[in-house]
């Protein structure tokens, strides 16, 4: 059995091959009708996700982020932008701007290194920092799990969205609410495609592995998923002072 770490891993590489994917516009088609349906009805996708979510559980998940990558056009940078960086994080103080090259290479259909088609920060992978680490140092592992938390989550983006693209908080805090409270069901079929294309619309998008791991944790803990998004959404809107 995979460790978290492992898992992590396999989230940020399956998220990168699925925007590689999504160049393709016949392929990124194909994807897109997986949107909101289980997977028993995306018969089109599994030509593409069959092997890479082979043994790795969460099946669903895997097909719901990868509709939802679809529906952003990988070509239009503004529109695939994630939520930029934080000043301060829901699990800790102010964060160190990545160093990582913005020009990493990403994975073609058959895990061939490659030029990537999409802008870096569609998806950025995790830098690891100098491995000396020290105090006040990152993590130098970025999939260990604190690493991992100082991205953004579902409630950060949300706040970013009210900060940034003005949702109406009040609003975005009652459809967090119902996103915590809703089924797993629902929220793949139905809550996750539609609040997606209106981030999109706003030039915001999730951070897509993340999203992919608390979609995937949520069916075991959805309690302990739920508080982080309400814990990270509150935070960011009213970050603690030093």
């Given at each position: 059995m995979p460790t978290a770490d492992e898992r992590r891993r396999h989230y940020q590489h399956f998220t990168t091959q699925?925007?590689?994917l999504c160049t393709d516009t016949g392929v990124r088609r194909d994807l897109k009708e997986g949107r909101?349906?289980?997977?028993?009805?995306c018969l089109r996708m599994h030509?593409?996700?069959?092997?890479?979510?082979?043994?790795?559980?969460h099946r669903q998940a895997h097909y719901t982020v990868a509709s939802l990558i679809a529906l952003a056009d990988p070509l239009e940078e503004l529109r695939t932008r994630p939520t930029p960086a934080s000043p301060h994080t829901a699990d800790g103080p102010p964060t160190q701007p990545s160093s990582a090259d913005?020009?990493?290479?990403?994975?073609?259909?058959?895990g061939t290194p490659q030029e990537p088609a999409t802008p870096a920060t569609d998806n950025?992978?995790?830098?690891?920092?100098?491995?000396?680490?020290?105090?006040?140092?990152?993590?130098?592992?970025?999939?260990?799990?604190a690493a991992w938390r100082k991205r953004p989550n579902l409630g950060v983006t949300l706040a970013r969205a009210v900060r940034q693209a003005d949702f109406?908080?009040?609003?975005?805090?009652?459809?967090?609410h119902v996103i915590v409270h809703v089924g797993?069901?629902?929220?793949?079929?139905?809550?996750?495609?539609?609040?997606?294309?209106?981030?999109l619309r706003a030039g915001l998008a999730w951070d897509w592995?993340?999203?992919?791991?608390?979609?995937?944790?949520?069916?075991?803990?959805?309690?302990?998923?739920?508080?982080?998004w309400l814990d990270a959404f509150y935070l960011t809107l009213n970050p603690l002072k030093d």
């Amino acid at each position: 059995m995979p460790t978290a770490d492992e898992r992590r891993r396999h989230y940020q590489h399956f998220t990168t091959q699925i925007l590689d994917l999504c160049t393709d516009t016949g392929v990124r088609r194909d994807l897109k009708e997986g949107r909101g349906r289980p997977v028993k009805e995306c018969l089109r996708m599994h030509k593409y996700l069959t092997v890479r979510t082979a043994g790795h559980g969460h099946r669903q998940a895997h097909y719901t982020v990868a509709s939802l990558i679809a529906l952003a056009d990988p070509l239009e940078e503004l529109r695939t932008r994630p939520t930029p960086a934080s000043p301060h994080t829901a699990d800790g103080p102010p964060t160190q701007p990545s160093s990582a090259d913005p020009h990493q290479a990403a994975t073609d259909t058959r895990g061939t290194p490659q030029e990537p088609a999409t802008p870096a920060t569609d998806n950025p992978e995790p830098s690891a920092p100098d491995a000396s680490g020290g105090p006040g140092q990152p993590d130098p592992d970025p999939y260990t799990a604190a690493a991992w938390r100082k991205r953004p989550n579902l409630g950060v983006t949300l706040a970013r969205a009210v900060r940034q693209a003005d949702f109406q908080e009040d609003s975005t805090d009652d459809l967090l609410h119902v996103i915590v409270h809703v089924g797993d069901d629902h929220l793949h079929e139905h809550v996750l495609p539609s609040l997606t294309d209106r981030l999109l619309r706003a030039g915001l998008a999730w951070d897509w592995p993340v999203l992919l791991d608390d979609l995937a944790l949520r069916v075991f803990d959805p309690d302990q998923v739920g508080t982080r998004w309400l814990d990270a959404f509150y935070l960011t809107l009213n970050p603690l002072k030093d």
